[in-house]
């Protein structure tokens, strides 16, 4: 299994990212997928996780509504569109193939601020 994240960066607060995760290595296309995210000093939170078809999908209260998750099976991609963010959305964000992720990629790094 091979999860590979993208797409962070700094951005000032109500801006927008979009986040991507190339998998390998496993049949992407049956399982659900996940993004949790570990702010410094914090535990692992799990913030959203989308069906295997796309067709189901779950957020935290605290993105809802704000974040949108959605995948591409034909090229293996996991993505997480977030607007509207804050500087408490500032964290090590990580696709994973379970919700505890316990398997997942290397994190990519949002950073909001002013």
């Known amino acids: 299994v091979h999860l590979v994240e993208s797409g962070g960066g700094l951005v000032q607060p109500g801006g927008s990212l979009r986040l991507s995760c190339a998998a390998s290595?496993?049949?992407?296309?049956?399982?659900?997928m996940y993004w949790l995210r570990q702010a410094p000093g914090k535990g692992v939170e799990w913030v959203s996780g989308?069906?295997?078809?796309?067709?189901?999908?779950e957020y935290a209260d605290s993105v809802k509504g704000r974040f949108t998750i959605s995948r591409d099976n034909a090229n293996d991609t996991l993505y997480l569109q977030m607007s509207n963010l804050k500087p408490g959305d500032t964290a090590l964000y990580y696709c994973?193939?379970?919700?505890?992720?316990?398997?997942r990629g290397q994190g990519t790094q949002v950073t909001v601020s002013s």
């Open positions: 994973a193939r379970d919700n505890k992720g316990n398997i």
């Open positions: 290595g496993f049949t992407f296309s049956i399982y659900w």
């Open positions: 989308i069906g295997p078809v796309g067709d189901r999908t």
